[in-house]
């Protein structure tokens, strides 16, 4: 699962995250949505944009 964040002044945080189940498309899409918003609590970030490219996830 990959998850990026990126700052207001364009600094970028890439994290790549290998999931240890068998698991569908949807289900890693979801994985790595709760592991950026995980990264962005430990970084202190409170103010967040979600984006990406699985609408199921995303519209959720």
Known sequence: AGVVL???SSEIFPSA???QFD???NTAEYEALLLGLELARQKGIRNIKVQGDAELIVNQ
């Open 17 to 19: 995250y290998k999931l």
């Open 23 to 25: 698991n569908t498309n």
């Open 6 to 8: 990126i700052s207001p």
